[in-house]
């Protein structure tokens, strides 16, 4: 039989703070985004079913204009920590406030264009951005 203690707060805090020193930026900066995407009750982009209304949250990664013949799109890639969905604006050159950098929450249809996540024409709340 083996002894084992209890988890204590202290162990916790360790761990938190030796990850803090052997993660890189990228990774924390992921983690980071992971929570609060989890914490503001959307789902993580890794987990959202094709086919499904999915919410998702975190920051915008790119954003790019893509001229067409027949209908011009903006396209902007949604990053919340734990993978990436594509959100696409039909019709659209630009629109105030979609940049990179953003954070934002979007609402639609999820459907998979090219092996990729993407969700057309989405509802979006930009969140507050921070001096």
Do not use: W
């Not at 983690?31 to 919410?55: F, I």
């Not at 013949?69 to 979609?98: C, H, K, M, W, Y």
């Amino acid at each position: 039989m083996t002894d084992t203690l209890p988890r204590t707060h202290e162990d916790s805090g360790l761990k938190r703070l030796l990850r803090r020193f052997t993660a890189s930026d990228r990774e924390l900066d992921a983690e980071a985004l992971e929570e609060a995407s989890v914490r503001s009750g959307a789902q993580k982009a890794c987990d959202c079913p094709r086919g499904r209304v999915a919410t998702v949250a975190g920051r915008l990664t790119s954003v790019r204009y893509t001229p067409r013949t027949n209908q011009p799109t903006l396209e902007a890639e949604l990053f919340d920590g734990t993978g990436s969905v594509t959100l696409v604006f039909l019709g659209r050159r630009r629109i105030a406030g979609i940049e990179p950098g953003r954070s934002l929450s979007a609402e639609g249809r999820l459907a998979l264009r090219d092996g990729r996540k993407v969700i057309f024409n989405p509802f979006y709340t930009l969140e507050p951005t921070t001096p």
